[in-house]
């Protein structure tokens, strides 16, 4: 399973971003697909996750803020960033989570997020 990010680069505080990731390859369905991040100096975290059904969670800085969603015909994920702050810099990493008997995760190259003024 391959992903493939785009949408990344750099934005103004208040400002806002759409990142967009594409699974291909998969011989199963995908269950859960989302978005990691990772600042420099810190650990990847969490950012948003979508299920197959539509569920979401978000980390709490985020909230109110982005929007995950999803389109199952195309095995695609999509954030949108509005209110970018400057602690929201980070590379941006999209993955997958497939209905194969281990569950495997799948990672995407991760896309630069920069908000700066």
């Known amino acids: 399973v391959q992903l493939q990010a785009s949408g990344g680069g750099l934005v103004q505080p208040g400002g806002s971003l759409r990142l967009s990731c594409a699974a291909s390859?998969?011989?199963?369905?995908?269950?859960?697909m989302g978005w990691y991040r990772q600042a420099p100096g810190n650990q990847r975290e969490l950012v948003a996750e979508?299920?197959?059904?539509?569920?979401?969670e978000y980390v709490d800085s985020v909230k109110g803020r982005f929007t995950i969603s999803r389109d199952n015909a195309k095995n695609s994920v999509y954030l949108q960033m509005n209110s970018l702050k400057p602690e929201d810099t980070a590379v941006y990493y999209c993955?997958?989570?497939?209905?194969?008997?281990?569950?495997?995760?799948?990672w995407g190259e991760g896309t630069l997020v920069t908000v700066s003024s």
């Open positions: 993955y997958a989570v497939s209905d194969d008997h281990y569950n495997t995760r799948y």
């Open positions: 390859g998969s011989s199963f369905s995908i269950l859960y």
């Open positions: 979508i299920s197959s059904g539509g569920s979401t």
